[in-house]
């Protein structure tokens, strides 16, 4: 394992009970925890984003505004819902982004999740062709982010422009360079796993896949990691790709943790998440010497390069942070990380 970051799903809620009551202080606490986790030595700060929910929603203020405060953490997202986005103004959010966090950037993008209003990508004005899926749909608005990120010119230059312009045909700026290799695919099922890596973004595997074998969630995602690099190496990509895992996982080091997380779900379930049988992986939680012999059995972190925590964002700045660190400091050692 080479890096370990944390994933926020950026709830909030008025609930007393919560450290987040508003978008306002899940922002302002998102920035906190990525500069917390800076300086705790954590590689990324990757963040949900969902629609019409009271979640984190558009993520490039955000991204910026941690790239502004901080020097080396990775940023990104898992992932951003590419049936709502228009893949052109995508590209200058992106660009703009990643060259304030100098060339930080990590963005995980995918068909989406499950969503709190039916068919909300209608709201924002897309639809599908006809023929098309909604899924067809996200996958043909990543093929033009994709291409449009390689900076190359392809609009028709106005003969008479307020400013001079270049020569030749215009790309969209500001152009990032490198962006397009750091674009991640969240994929839950092996042939979108396939179609990312002919693609040449770079793999997010999350905490559930689709049930394909019945064999045990990990088993079935390392698979698909394993499809996923063999498609890459027939398809003659110079780069070396990278694959993250999410893992919800919980050392148990004080009265706090055991009060939280001391009665963990110790196996995966299975269920129907739009009208695909998934299978759901486990959390882990325990004290450091089992979770680092439990986490030693996952296929898929022993396949991945980098695993990202999905963090308790409601239960703020502070306790997420003893979290992070307590996985850096007792469990991520042994299990290769550094």
């Known amino acids: 394992m080479k890096k370990i970051g944390f994933l926020s799903f950026g709830h909030w809620s008025p609930s007393p009970h919560s450290a987040t009551r508003s978008g306002a202080d899940t922002l302002l606490q998102s920035i906190d925890l990525a500069v917390a986790a800076e300086k ?17 929603a558009s993520p490039f203020p955000l991204l910026a505004a941690i790239g502004a405060k901080t020097s080396r953490i990775e940023i990104g997202t898992g992932v ?20 304030i966090a100098g060339g930080r950037l990590q963005l995980g993008i995918s068909r989406g999740s499950p969503e ?12 599908p062709a006809e023929g098309e899926s909604d899924a067809d749909m996200a996958r043909r608005h990543t093929e033009v ?26 790309r969209l700026e500001p152009h990032s360079e490198g962006l397009r290799e750091r674009i991640w695919w969240g ?35 390392a698979r698909q990691i394993r499809a996923y690099r063999e498609t890459w190496a027939a398809a003659g990509h110079a780069r070396t790709p990278r694959v ?12 706090r943790d055991r009060a939280y997380f001391g009665r963990g779900e110790d196996s995966d379930h299975v269920g129907l998440i739009d009208n695909m049988r998934a299978v759901f992986g486990r959390s882990y939680a325990a004290e450091p010497d089992r979770l680092v012999e439990q986490l030693r059995s996952d296929e898929a972190i022993a396949e991945a390069d980098t695993l990202l925590l999905t963090v308790p964002n409601q239960l703020g700045v502070e306790y997420n942070a003893h979290v992070l660190e307590a996985i850096l400091t007792h469990v991520a050692p042994a299990l290769g990380w550094r």
């Not at 709190?116 to 639809?127: A, D, L, N, P």
């Not at 291409?147 to 230059?157: D, H, I, S």
């Not at 793999?203 to 088993?219: A, I, M, N, R």
Request: no cysteine; charged share 20%; glycine share 8%.
């Open 40 to 56: 705790l030595g954590v590689d990324g700060a990757y963040f949900r984003v969902h629609h019409f929910a009271r979640q984190l």
């Open 145 to 170: 982010l994709l291409e449009a990120l390689k900076g190359e010119g392809f609009a028709e230059p106005h003969p008479q422009p307020m400013f001079p312009n270049p020569p030749g045909l215009l």
């Open 187 to 221: 994929s839950a099922s092996n042939v979108t796993a396939v179609w990312a890596a002919e693609k040449g973004m770079n793999l997010q595997s999350s905490t559930l896949k689709e049930d394909e074998t019945g064999e045990p969630f990990h088993v079935q995602q």
């Open 80 to 99: 951003i819902d590419m049936r709502y986005e228009n893949p052109f103004y995508m590209v200058e959010d992106a660009g703009s982004a990643d060259l």
């Open 244 to 255: 993250s895992v999410s893992r919800s996982i919980f050392a148990l080091i004080d009265d």
């Open 116 to 127: 709190q209003v039916i068919e909300g990508w209608r709201y924002f004005g897309y639809q």
